[in-house]
């Protein structure tokens, strides 16, 4: 779910690669086309989701038989999302949350995961038809991160992180080098929730059979299969980095130019060395000192 622009981006990825996979799969006389879709994609409005939607419009115009399913988080040794939120549990001491925490996704095994989509395969009756596929539990963001704590034995306070701050945090430590946990993209998603609509069948029961692995019970297997790195095993290289800011002149006082620089971080944030003209700060250099 992250892009690295120019080569991977979304639009390359679930668009253009969905497009040439159906033409192969024309090709070889496939007979059903089975498509990984998310949750929410319908109503979503980042460009992760509407990358989806789009390949959603491509494989419905498959000549043979196709099927969509659209998955709620998958959760699992090394995923992207619980693996994320379990290692900052583990190791900070602080976990911050996005907002209140208060968004909502619906976790699904990835061993349910693999049975539906195979049962997708020759399963009758769900040709042509979009299956919306989850765990049965609806849970926040922040209840996850307190049973991983409970299941975990380690308690440390969570922060709320304004979302509007998260997403500058993301930014500048992309830019920087550090690398952030997770993506602008999957940000992004979190705000638009990963949930089945109310009034919508979970497939995963209703049409394909599958009796969902309850979080009591996956979240601790999870948990004793998810790898730990232990402190030997080191996060790389450690490189220190001070940036220096010099303005001359300036019509700012020292307040004004803080809120500035504020409303401003992602323009004013160095790869290296950045010169930024404005009106009302005539000259700022921002410099990377080794």
Do not use: C
């Not at 006389?29 to 419009?57: C, M, T």
């Not at 004004?256 to 003209?277: C, G, N, Q, T």
Request: no cysteine; hydrophobic share 45%; glycine share 8%.
């Amino acid at each position: 779910m992250a892009e690295d622009p120019p080569e991977t981006t979304f639009e390359r990825v679930n668009v253009d690669g969905t497009r040439v996979m159906l033409l192969e799969a024309t090709r070889a006389g496939v007979h059903r086309f089975i498509y990984v879709s998310s949750l929410g994609a319908d109503r979503g409005v980042s460009d992760y989701h509407r990358s989806k939607v789009a390949a959603e419009a491509l494989v419905r115009l498959f000549s043979r038989e196709w099927v969509i399913v659209r998955l709620g988080a998958v959760y699992g040794p090394g995923d992207e999302h619980l693996s994320v939120m379990l290692r900052m549990v583990r190791t900070l001491p602080v976990v911050p949350s996005v907002g209140g925490g208060d968004q909502r996704l619906q976790p699904v095994w990835h061993e349910d995961v693999a049975k539906a989509l195979a049962l997708s395969v020759d399963r009758p009756n769900i040709a042509g038809r979009v299956l919306e596929v989850a765990g049965t539990e609806v849970v926040t963001q922040r209840a996850l991160i307190e049973r991983m704590q409970s299941l975990t034995g380690r308690r440390v306070p969570t922060v709320p992180v304004p979302e509007f701050l998260a997403a500058i945090g993301l930014r500048a430590m992309n830019l920087s080098g550090i690398g952030a946990p997770i993506a602008e993209g999957q940000l992004d998603m979190l705000r638009e929730e990963n949930v089945i609509a109310d009034g919508v069948p979970n497939a995963l029961v209703s049409d394909l059979g599958v009796d969902p692995t309850p979080l009591a019970e996956g979240l601790p297997r999870f948990l004793d299969e998810q790898e730990i790195q232990l402190p030997d095993d080191g996060v790389g290289a450690l490189h220190q980095k001070t940036f220096a800011v010099d303005v001359r002149p300036s019509t700012y006082d020292a307040a004004k130019l803080f809120e500035y620089v504020r409303d401003h971080l992602l323009d004013l944030m160095p790869a290296s060395w950045i010169r930024i003209r404005s009106n009302r700060i005539p000259l700022i250099y921002m410099k990377e000192r080794h």
